[in-house]
């Protein structure tokens, strides 16, 4: 025992208790930042191709977080649930990626697709006024009350209660982990997508140019179109995940992830996929170190200066690369 | 034809001249025409002077203290939205952090006349150097600028509005990195209370008309501030740094030092605009300078048309005011259906058309009623939302279930769909489905948003901006412009 | 050319409407001083119905719509519910209490819900003479006399709640002096100022208090829970969502702690906030276990189905405080603001759906204001103290 200079003995270090802090930090900070990247994605696949800012796709996200919870309530509620939870949670995300795909295109073709070659600041505000009709009709037909998917509840259901420990004694919660493996699932199909198919090509072209795509004979509409359903479907899922691992559903819930997937995409280098997804990670592992080891209160204005020095320091996001200027 | 059908292709190689020509070809003809060269003949200034004479005169016109606040927060929408045509319309930055400079100025306000430090500084010398500090701070802002682009830019704006809202709403027990004692800064979530009215030349300004008279005296001078830049060296080297920074650059402008003085000026703005909000409110919270305030100032501007003074007058007004006259249930009802008449004239031409397709929706009406209080009565026994003439005539054409929850949640999306698909047809069949859908329309005003006014306002208003940046993506006000391939 | 003065002659409509409507708009409440009570009475109501407090002031909403539904059904005396949406926000509140204020039919106003917005308010209606009335505003301060007469709300405050935690924390938690305690606010005025009189009760006591704050949006404690260790006995969760409670005490058993959750009234919502062993104080008794209340309760969800939060039910007495006072006011056939304020004053209604009597105090407090700590057990809230 070491005796301090006031006689006072020092508590001694322990190294299993700072290992334990360190690791649930890490854990939820990954967890979350999963869910901001894949919302995160879809918002930098739609930037890349028409440098639109969609403000509404954290609508979307909510739309399919409440198609999950729809789902949960057509099979009884989540306190008596009748059927498997392996097939409920198929359904959900299946729907929930059906549905929010068919809305992202929806959105496309009635609000923004007469505004391709506006001024850019012309869709921002369209996008504002979808947003708040989304938030607000949700509100008016669902109820402004927050739902909660209750899934640590699911009757057989072992994968929100369980959990499993780690060696440093950090417990952590089988939804964290399908929320994390869902998104590695889906960022990997998204990838082999992109890469490797002929739309996903076309896609990558329209990034680049889109009237020398035009001229080269793909279909930008169709292009435009596949953009906006599978970013929009990747935020449906992300609404799913959110609501297995957090619970909570309101009709406001996308203006918040809205804006720090938002914020994730820019930073990781705005039409970049992997720098979405990388942003994402920046800004759930920031956010979950600075409550763990700074002050939880000041946590936000924490991470917000980090991601200032970091915008500052590559001032084209993490990943992204310098635009060419073409005088 | 004014605009090609299609809006996939790229218009190559145009420009603002020609964007505008095909519509100022349109324009020579009929008396419309002719009224609109007579205007364009007046010099602008006599327009904001003639805005100004009828702002002045609405306290004279109403002693009602509603309409007369509902008149103060639009000339401070204004003001900050004239501010945010400084860095947005005419340079060309976008500021999503521009929010912040208006609470900077308002809790300046407020730490220097209240007593939460036992500050009570007189106005006179209280309002100069807020501006000054938050002029001096908007230049901290646009530092970065020099070395951010575009949405770069705009992110990191975006951060500096939220830290200074995450700062201020839990600056209650601010510490330095924990070492010193808690100093309570900002009063956190409960904000500062108590702040001193204006009090200048000797005059104490303490009632709602006459902060309505400063706001307007400041906006007018700060509209002529602003006119007379727009129309100096710094004005005209500002929009070529919108239109092009690299030729602006090559020309010899100094970019980065035309940036900085627009991040200055609008902040500047921003914050006296924020010493009145204070002043009025005598409270300031951290909460009431975060996103939605800065969409509303953001959809004001662009509804308006970045770039022009009268478009950002315009926008504020119908913004703001849309929003207030939303609130009351009967004239949100009025709202409603002149903006579905006005749909109607503005689409469908030749207007005899209209005619058949209200008829048609009247006799579909009486028909639907009359079917559905023989088969199920319930249905047509609930209340009408809307009292008056209007409401009773309605009772008899509309089905009204007794319980509308439900079947009104299903009729609205229903509704939306519909409206979707009707924009989808052309020609016979599309007047055709117009019918049922007006109905449809109807049906679900009465049942479901005029019950609920607060929600349906702002669906309303997101309905307004979707449709009028499609039909006019320039704004009210402003010029086109088509990007240059 | 058609379609440019289209549109400036729409947005031209909408300011001549705008015009119109403020110049047919009435002036103020002096033109009404005594209004008869034939067509029916108004009765203003503020709450943030839409925003990020939504869940909460469309809650209040209802349950006013709904208490005045049904008298209007069984009453000659039609009441008619003006309501105004201030998003919590002061500024908005002071704006729409202008709006209620110059509307000269308006006799009183259930509302604001926010302490901020009250005072943001009340010099606005004490100048227009109309009665305001909380049914969630809790900060001590608003009842210090400085609008005695004007505004009144059913539900205790801070000053009663605070204290009640604090000491059943000491006395049956095993919160002794040296024991450490958790207290974390989601940064809104009703929660710091809640944390900060609990903090205040325990620290005289020499209880260790960790106080921590999270926003209202997080969904994910662990960082915070990480750091509670076994030395910790309680958390205190003074949060305005249940479900974030929820959440909380979830994931607090879920990390294995053994430190236990204890929410506040506005965590008190028997659907949300489940986790069993975690406790919750409340100034009544739980309204479904009411069996006097079932009725009233499957009555409002047939009218407004889907959950409701524990502040709806407070409005719902408001209501019912101020229809009593407008049919008082209106026994001569005529009514005036003045009139209204004196009658709530003097509400005395024996039983609410509350579970207790209602009566004011004279600065416009709750008599007899209790708290109940409630247990959770098995998903259900049992009455321990």
Not at chain 2, 287 to 296: E, G, H, K
Not at chain 3, 359 to 375: P, R
């Amino acid at each position: 025992m070491w005796r301090g200079a006031a006689g006072r003995t020092a508590p001694p270090l322990r190294p299993p208790q700072n290992r334990n802090l360190f690791v649930t930090e890490l854990v939820a900070g990954v967890s979350h930042g999963s869910v901001y990247a894949l919302i995160a994605l879809g918002y930098s696949m739609v930037y890349g191709i028409l440098k639109l800012l969609n403000f509404a796709h954290g609508d979307v996200y909510m739309v399919g977080s409440f198609i999950g919870f729809g789902i949960i309530t057509v099979f009884g509620g989540p306190l008596n649930l009748h059927v498997s939870v392996w097939l409920m949670l198929f359904l959900m995300f299946f729907c929930a990626m059906l549905g929010g795909g068919l809305l992202g295109v929806m959105i496309e073709r009635f609000a923004y697709r007469r505004l391709r070659n506006a001024p850019r600041i012309a869709p921002l505000i369209t996008a504002l006024g979808v947003s708040f009709f989304l938030e607000n009709a949700a509100q008016l037909v669902l109820g402004a009350q927050y739902q909660s998917y209750n899934a640590f509840s699911w009757t057989n259901s072992a994968i929100a209660l369980k959990h499993f420990g780690l060696p440093a004694h950090a417990v952590i919660s089988y939804a964290q982990v399908i929320v994390v493996v869902g998104a590695v699932v889906l960022m990997v199909f998204l990838t082999l997508f992109v890469q490797r198919t002929q739309l996903g090509k076309a896609m990558r072209a329209t990034s680049f140019d889109r009237e020398a795509a035009a001229m080269m004979g793909i279909d930008v509409d169709r292009v435009i179109v596949a953009t906006f359903f599978i970013g929009s479907a990747l935020a449906g899922a992300a609404g799913v995940f959110n609501g297995i691992a957090y619970q909570q559903v309101w009709p406001y819930m996308g203006f918040q992830a809205g804006l720090y997937a938002f914020i994730a995409a820019v930073v990781g280098g705005i039409g970049n996929l992997p720098g979405a997804v990388l942003g994402g990670l920046v800004i759930g592992l920031a956010q979950a170190f600075s409550i763990g080891y700074l002050s939880s209160t000041f946590s936000d204005a924490i991470v917000f200066a980090i991601l200032i020095a970091v915008m500052i320091a590559r001032p084209s996001g993490l990943l992204g690369r310098a635009a060419v200027q073409k005088v | 034809m004014t605009e090609p059908t299609d809006p996939s292709t790229p218009r190559v190689g145009v420009d603002e001249w020609v964007a505008s020509h095909e519509g100022r070809r349109a324009h020579r003809a009929g008396v419309a025409g002719r009224v609109e060269r007579e205007l364009a003949r007046v010099p602008r200034p006599a327009f904001y002077l003639a805005f100004g004479a009828v702002a002045a005169l609405l306290p004279a016109f109403t002693s009602n203290g509603y309409t007369i606040r509902v008149g103060f927060d639009t000339l401070l929408y204004m003001l900050l939205a004239l501010g945010l045509n400084i860095t947005v319309g005419y340079a060309g930055l976008l500021d999503l952090g521009y929010i912040a400079f208006y609470g900077f100025g308002a809790y300046g306000y407020a730490m220097l006349a209240s007593p939460k430090f036992g500050v009570h500084w007189d106005t006179l010398a209280v309002i100069p150097v807020v501006v000054v500090a938050t002029a001096i701070l908007g230049l901290l802002v646009a530092l970065p600028s020099r070395r951010l682009l575009g949405d770069y830019l705009a992110i990191v704006t975006l951060f500096f509005g939220q830290l200074f809202v995450t700062v201020y709403q839990n600056g209650e027990a601010m510490s330095v990195l924990g070492f010193t004692k808690k100093y309570d800064v900002t009063g956190g979530p409960n904000g500062i209370p108590n702040i001193d009215n204006f009090n200048a030349f000797g005059f104490h300004v303490g009632s709602l008309q006459a902060y309505y008279y400063v706001a307007l005296a400041v906006f007018l001078a700060v509209l002529a501030a602003v006119y007379l830049v727009d129309r100096s060296r710094t004005g005209r080297a500002w929009r070529s740094l919108r239109e092009d920074p690299l030729a602006a650059e090559l020309m010899g402008i100094p970019v980065n030092r035309l940036k900085l003085v627009a991040f200055a000026c609008g902040a500047a703005i921003a914050g006296l605009a924020g010493t009145m909000f204070a002043a009025l409110n005598t409270a300031v919270f951290a909460a009431d300078f975060d996103v939605p305030t800065l969409i509303i100032v953001y959809a004001m501007l662009i509804l308006g048309g970045a770039g022009s003074i009268g478009g950002v007058i315009l926008g504020a007004v119908v913004v703001n005011v849309s929003l207030e006259v939303l609130r009351t249930p009967g004239h949100a009802t009025w709202v409603f259906f002149v903006l579905l008449a006005a749909t109607l004239v503005a689409r469908m031409r030749p207007w005899r058309w209209v005619a058949v397709v209200l008829g048609g929706t009247i006799a579909f009406g009486f028909a639907v009623h009359a079917i559905v209080s023989a088969v199920w009565p319930r249905g047509v026994h609930g209340q009408a939302a809307v009292g008056g003439i209007l409401g009773s005539g309605l009772r008899h054409w509309v089905v009204l279930p007794s319980n509308p929850m439900t079947i009104g949640n299903v009729a609205f999306v229903c509704l939306v769909l519909a409206v979707l698909g009707v924009t989808l047809l052309h020609g016979r069949l599309q007047k055709l489905a117009l019918v049922p859908t007006l109905y449809l329309a109807i049906f679900v005003w009465e049942n479901r948003l005029a019950v609920e006014p607060s929600v349906t306002r702002l669906i309303l208003v997101g309905v307004i901006l979707i449709v009028l940046m499609n039909a006019r993506p320039q704004g009210l006000l402003g010029t086109s412009r088509v990007e240059i391939v | 050319m058609v379609r440019r003065v289209g549109v400036v002659a729409l947005a031209a409509s909408v300011v001549v409407l705008a015009i119109v409507s403020a110049a047919g708009a009435r002036t103020t409440a002096q033109a009404a001083a005594n209004a008869s009570c034939t067509k029916g009475v108004s009765i203003g109501m503020q709450a943030p119905i839409t925003g990020p407090a939504g869940s909460i002031g469309s809650d209040q909403l209802h349950w006013a719509q709904f208490y005045f539904t049904q008298w209007n059904k069984t009453h000659k005396l039609k009441i008619h519910l003006v309501q105004e949406d201030t998003q919590l926000d002061p500024s908005k509140a002071s704006t729409t209490a202008q709006a209620l204020a110059s509307n000269g039919a308006v006799m009183g106003v259930i509302g604001p819900a926010g302490s901020d917005e009250v005072q943001a308010v009340a010099p606005i209606f004490k100048k227009a003479g109309l009665a305001f009335t909380s049914g969630s505003a809790t900060r001590v301060s608003l009842t210090n006399g400085a609008w005695k007469g004007y505004f009144f709300r059913d539900v205790p405050n801070d000053g009663v709640q605070g204290p009640t935690d604090a000491a059943y924390m000491q006395d049956k938690l095993g919160v002794k002096s040296g024991s450490k305690v958790m207290v974390v606010d989601d940064q809104e005025s009703y929660s710091t100022g809640l944390a900060d009189i609990v903090q205040q009760s325990l620290t005289a006591k020499g209880v260790s208090v960790d106080r921590e704050s999270v926003s209202q949006k997080a969904t994910d404690f662990s960082s915070l829970i990480a750091k509670v260790d076994s030395s910790t006995k309680v958390v205190f969760l003074p949060f305005q969502v249940a479900s974030e409670a929820q959440l909380f005490a979830q994931q607090l058993q879920a990390q294995g702690k053994t430190a236990v959750a204890f929410g506040s009234d506005g965590t008190f919502d028997s659907s949300k906030f489940t986790q069993n062993g975690s406790y919750i104080s409340f100034f009544a008794p739980d309204v479904t276990t009411i069996s006097a209340d079932a009725s009233i309760v499957a009555a409002f969800h047939k009218q407004f189905p889907g959950a409701t939060s524990p502040f709806g039910a407070p409005n719902y007495v408001l209501a019912q405080a101020y229809a009593g006072a407008v049919t008082a006011a209106c026994k001569d056939g005529k009514i005036s603001r003045a009139e209204v304020r004196n009658d709530l004053g003097k509400t005395k209604l024996s039983s609410t759906i509350l579970g207790g009597g209602l009566k004011f105090t004279a600065n416009g407090d709750v008599a007899g204001a209790k708290f109940h700590i409630f247990k959770i057990e098995n998903g259900k809230y049992v009455t321990i103290a």
